[in-house]
C-alpha cells in the first residue's frame, strides 16, 4: 500500500497561475480532506470529502476548488494563485472513525 | 464551532517527562487526537482519545477530560528525536465534523 500519495512535491507559481495539486489514497478511505498549514497558524481546513462526489467547504476555501468522482483521488484547483496562497498543502484520509493519514505535503510558492 | 488551545513552544531536558496541555471548546465531541509532526514532514498519529481517562503507548500516554473539555500527552524518557511539533485535534459530531479541527501545535525542544 502507498498510503496517501501527493503531487508535486514543490511548487512555484507567478501569480495569476492556475494549478491543480494531485492528491491519491489507496485505503479505501471514504474521508479524505485538504488542509494549509503555515507558520504559527496549525493546520486549517480547506475542503472536505465524504466520499464520490460530495464535497464541502472548511475553514478557509476561498480561492480553491475540489472534486471527488472516486474514492481514489481528491484533486485541489487552485484557480488563480495568490501570493497569500504560498504555504504547504497537506491532504488527507481516513474512515470518519479514526486517524486520518496524511501525504507528504506539497511545499507552494507563490511569487 | 471548535475553539483549541495549546501551549506555542516547550522545553525539556533528554531523559526528562514532560506534558502538553490542550484545552477545547467544542459544539459537539467525537474524539480527541494527538499527532507528532517533525519539522518538513507530515503529522504522524500518536494517540486517540474519546472516554475519559488515560491510555497508554510505551512511552506516550494522552489523558482525557470530557466535563473539562482537557487533555494532555505525556512522553516520558525525552529522547533528542522527540524534538518536534505536537498537535492536539478535535472530533466534532455528524457530517463535516468527523473531519478533526486542529490547534496551532506546541513545539517541543529537547535538550541534552
Known amino acids: 500500500n502507498a498510503g496517501v500519495t501527493q503531487t508535486p512535491k514543490f511548487q512555484v507559481l507567478k501569480t495569476g497561475q492556475s494549478m491543480t495539486l494531485q492528491c491519491a489514497q489507496d485505503?479505501?478511505?471514504?474521508?479524505m480532506s485538504w488542509y494549509r498549514q503555515d507558520p504559527g497558524m496549525g493546520l486549517r481546513l480547506i475542503h472536505y470529502?465524504?466520499?464520490?462526489?460530495?464535497?464541502d467547504q472548511g475553514e478557509v476555501p476561498n480561492g480553491y476548488n475540489v472534486s471527488r468522482s472516486t474514492t481514489e483521488d481528491f484533486p485541489l484547483r487552485l484557480l488563480s494563485a495568490a501570493p497569500s496562497q504560498t504555504s504547504v498543502y497537506f491532504c488527507?484520509?481516513?474512515?470518519?472513525?479514526?486517524?486520518?493519514?496524511f501525504g507528504p505535503g506539497t511545499r507552494l510558492t507563490v511569487l | 464551532g471548535q475553539n483549541i488551545d495549546q501551549p506555542t513552544e516547550m522545553t525539556a531536558t533528554e531523559g526528562a517527562i514532560v506534558q502538553i496541555n490542550c484545552t477545547y471548546q467544542?459544539?459537539?465531541?467525537?474524539?480527541l487526537f494527538w499527532y507528532q509532526q517533525h519539522a518538513g514532514e507530515a503529522p504522524t498519529f500518536l494517540s486517540y482519545?474519546?472516554?475519559?481517562g488515560l491510555e497508554e503507548k510505551g512511552r506516550f500516554s494522552s489523558f482525557l477530560s470530557r466535563s473539562k473539555g482537557y487533555s494532555y500527552l505525556l512522553l516520558k524518557e525525552l529522547q533528542m528525536k522527540d524534538s518536534a511539533s505536537y498537535l492536539c485535534?478535535?472530533?466534532?459530531?455528524?457530517?463535516?465534523?468527523?473531519?478533526?479541527?486542529f490547534g496551532r501545535g506546541t513545539s517541543l525542544i529537547v535538550h541534552p
Open positions: 488527507a484520509s481516513g474512515t470518519g472513525y479514526n486517524e486520518q493519514f
Open positions: 485505503m479505501n478511505h471514504e474521508y
Open positions: 470529502s465524504v466520499g464520490a462526489g460530495i464535497t
Open positions: 467544542t459544539s459537539g465531541f467525537n474524539g
Open positions: 482519545n474519546v472516554l475519559d
Open positions: 485535534a478535535v472530533r466534532g459530531e455528524g457530517g463535516g465534523s468527523y473531519i478533526p479541527t
